[in-house]
T-cell receptor, first 111, second 116 residues
């Protein structure tokens, strides 16, 4: 079983739609969780950290379920500019060398 | 945030040759990370480069194939040696945010390598 697994996608959704991505991780000792966004032919950039209580940033909501070892990202009112690959990242701590990147889920928001 | 410059941004190389990728950061950092992203895949950590000591390699990566230099706190190089087509990939340099302890990683724009 891979350490971090994600829906492979691609997800093709119309503008304004709500879309949810799922991520599961295998190491129950994991302590830090993130969603990164990677545009085509660009480097990954942090979208948001994921906290146990869940967190929201505008149209984006992240949830963590430690018992099920599951992370989700919800995007509401999708924009064309949301088209990208979303990478789930899990770490044993907050040190970069201990992060594991998921394979990513590709999202295309269509006009 | 950190600003990271990588070069070359892309290159096409012949098999059997070697290529050195440079990474320059606009601030002093203890650790620099080198990742590989193969076509259609996610990021895999190659090694962690510490200033003043040998790099720490992840499983499946060895120093002879990917020698790393870290001469100071703002610069590192990764060499891909004796290249084969399987080395065709994007190589990314990264540093972590330290002041706030958020764990955020900042990446360079990557070096896209094609080996013929």
């Amino acid at each position: 079983r891979k350490e971090v697994e994600q829906d492979p996608g691609p997800f093709n959704v119309p503008e304004g739609a709500t879309v949810a991505f799922n991520c599961t991780y295998s190491n129950s000792a994991s302590q830090s969780f993130f969603w990164y966004r990677q545009d085509c032919r660009k480097e990954p950039k942090l979208l948001m950290s994921v906290y146990s209580s869940g967190n929201e940033d505008g149209r984006f909501t992240a949830q963590l379920n430690r018992a099920s070892q599951y992370i989700s990202l919800l995007i509401r009112d999708s924009k064309l500019s949301d088209s990208a690959t979303y990478l789930c990242v899990v770490g044993l701590d907050n040190y970069g060398q201990n992060f594991v990147f998921g394979p990513g889920t590709r999202l295309s928001v269509l006009p | 945030s950190a600003v990271i410059s990588q070069k070359p941004s892309r290159d096409i190389c012949q098999r059997g040759t070697s290529l050195t990728i440079q990474c320059q950061v606009d601030s002093q950092v203890t650790m620099m990370f080198w990742y590989r992203q193969q076509p259609g895949q996610s990021l895999t950590l190659i090694a962690t480069a510490n200033q003043g000591s040998e790099a720490t390699y992840e499983s499946g990566f060895v120093i002879d194939k990917f020698p790393i230099s870290r001469p100071n706190l703002t610069f590192s190089t990764l060499t891909v040696s004796n290249m084969s087509p399987e080395d065709s990939s994007i190589y990314l340099c990264s540093v972590e945010e330290l002041e706030l302890g958020t764990g955020e990683l900042f990446f360079g724009e990557g070096s896209r390598l094609t080996v013929l």
